[in-house]
């Protein structure tokens, strides 16, 4: 598969921020870690057009760079030897220009691209000369992609337009969003963070302009012992982190559980947006994949939903009333 990929759906007109009744629109916001698999662009690509939702994608720019060549071997995060990546490189070139496409299709269909980093390390301790370093390196690996990977002659009009003014938000590699990292995004050109952990699905915290979301702690289980409503939590929680097929069924029936029981609590309540967190990963067979599948269908098209990305969240929100602070707090992340 190549550049030339099929648009799956077409940009959606814009999302009003109030339900017939007049209470709020209930705002579910999907997101996903790392963006590389190629096949799994497709199949998240797919289900949005099936479900008519909008996801984030949070990149992770070393897959934007073939292993072995020299824009590989250049990369060096901050405070690591050049040419490594905890979460590795593409394979190939071709594998590169495949993943270009979907992410520009991506964007025609009303997704959004958003800035996982690079090399996925934990930079919590970086500072923030440090981050500005590595989100500059993220923004000159996207402009140049398809030079660095051979295709020059394929980079669409609007591709460079597109890198410089629409790459609004940021999530820190493992949620871990050291001190320093709110002034880097801020002089990066941020308008808004996703590495928070909240106590419960809540409003942005903004502050000096700045607006950080935060993925929310959810009741899940036989016990209802909260969790980070992000696949790798129910994983490490499920399965200690481990592949277990012979339990996907009931992972997935646990995660879907999880998720409308959340979904039911703020749809019914105040509708404080709700916020899902996926890696590009399909962990425990797929489980939480398709939770999440059977979760969009049953949700999305609903008449006072809005199933939106994190930049869309952030102009209805802004519009509809002023932010408020995030309870912020919970336990240190699991990570992957």
């Not at 949005?48 to 994608?57: D, N, P």
């Not at 490594?84 to 691209?113: C, K, M, P, Y």
């Amino acid at each position: 598969m190549r550049f030339l990929l099929a648009t799956l759906i077409a940009l959606t007109p814009p999302v009003s921020a109030a339900a017939g009744d007049g209470l709020p629109k209930q705002l579910v916001i999907v997101s996903f870690d790392g963006a590389h698999d190629n096949d799994l662009w497709l199949k998240s690509r797919e289900m949005a057009a099936r479900t008519g939702a909008h996801f984030t994608y949070f990149l992770s720019c070393t897959f934007l760079m073939a292993r072995g060549t020299p824009v590989a071997d250049a990369y060096q995060a901050p405070r690591h030897k050049s040419g490594r990546s905890a979460t590795g490189f593409a394979q190939t070139n071709d594998e590169v220009i495949t993943r270009l496409g979907n992410i520009w299709h991506a964007r025609q269909e009303g997704h959004e691209i958003a800035s996982h980093a690079c090399g996925h390390f934990d930079g919590g301790q970086w500072t923030r000369a440090e981050w500005l370093r590595e989100f500059s390196t993220f923004t000159a690996t996207l402009t140049n992609a398809f030079e660095t990977s051979g295709h020059a002659a394929e980079e669409p009009e609007g591709w460079r337009d597109f890198v410089r003014n629409d790459i609004r938000g940021f999530r820190a590699p493992y949620l871990s969003a050291g001190p320093a990292l709110p002034d880097a995004e801020r002089e990066a050109g941020f308008a808004y963070d996703a590495s928070l952990v909240t106590k419960g699905p809540a409003l942005p915290d903004r502050h000096d302009g700045f607006v950080r979301f935060g993925l929310p702690l959810v009741p899940e289980g036989p016990s209802q012992k909260p969790v980070i409503a992000m696949d790798y939590n129910l994983y490490a929680r499920h399965s200690r982190a481990k592949e277990d097929v012979s339990r996907s069924a009931e992972f997935e029936d646990r995660a879907l559980a999880a998720y409308r029981a959340a979904f039911e609590r703020q749809y019914a309540g105040e509708r404080v947006p709700l916020q899902l967190g996926f890696h590009f990963v399909e962990m425990n067979g797929g489980a939480y994949w398709r939770a999440l599948d059977r979760f969009l269908t049953e949700t999305c098209r609903k008449p006072d939903v809005a199933c939106v990305t994190y930049g869309q969240a952030l102009d209805i929100l802004k519009k509809a009333a002023p932010l408020e602070k995030a309870e912020g707090g919970g336990p240190e992340p699991r990570r992957l």
